[in-house]
Every structure is written in C-alpha cells, then in structure tokens.
C-alpha cells in the first residue's frame, strides 16, 4: 500500500503525454496522502500547487508538521482556494457579448 497518488498508477505517464507540469493537490489527509503525494511529484520534476485550505487531516499536530516540511523544502507551491480560483478565472476564455 502506498500514500501517493502516483505510485502503481498510470498518472505520471497521462501527466507526462498530456504536458502537464504542474498539478493541483488537496483532500481529506494532508498528513497520510496529500503530503506524500506533493512528495513524490515533485520528485517526478512536477510542480505540486498545494490548495492549503482544501485540505483536511486526521491529526492537527502531523498535518503541521507535514505542512511545515512541504514549506521547508520548497518543491511545492503553497497557495488558497480563493487564489486558485482567480487565476482559473483569469485563464477562462469568454465568448464575446453580441
């Protein structure tokens, strides 16, 4: 049993065929999957973008300290919900009004 997302699944090589560099990470464990996740893409030379408060933990204590060591080691973008928003916003092409 593994905690990341990208171990035994096909998502590193989808990442890899559709581009992508970069990928949103939040859930229900920061502490047990989210934090191991971020972990490993970074490894994979993917940019984790950690949505900070969209994320839930079982244990406050290890959820700091998980968020703490992703800060620590600088690999992950740390960012809000309402950021995250923004920014897709700013990227959505709007049809013209007639």
Known sequence: MTMSAF???????LMRDLGLV???????????GIEPTARHGA???LIPVLVQ????FGNAE?????????KYCGDSV??????????????????EEA
């Open 7 to 13: 171990e035994g699944t096909p998502l590193p090589l």
């Open 22 to 32: 970069s990928f949103l990470v939040a859930g229900i464990a920061l502490e047990i």
């Open 43 to 45: 490894d994979l030379g």
């Open 53 to 56: 408060d969209a994320c839930g």
């Open 62 to 70: 290890a959820a700091q300290r998980a968020l703490a060591a992703l």
């Open 78 to 95: 740390l960012t809000d919900l309402s950021s995250v928003c923004r920014a897709l916003e700013a990227g959505v092409d709007r049809p």
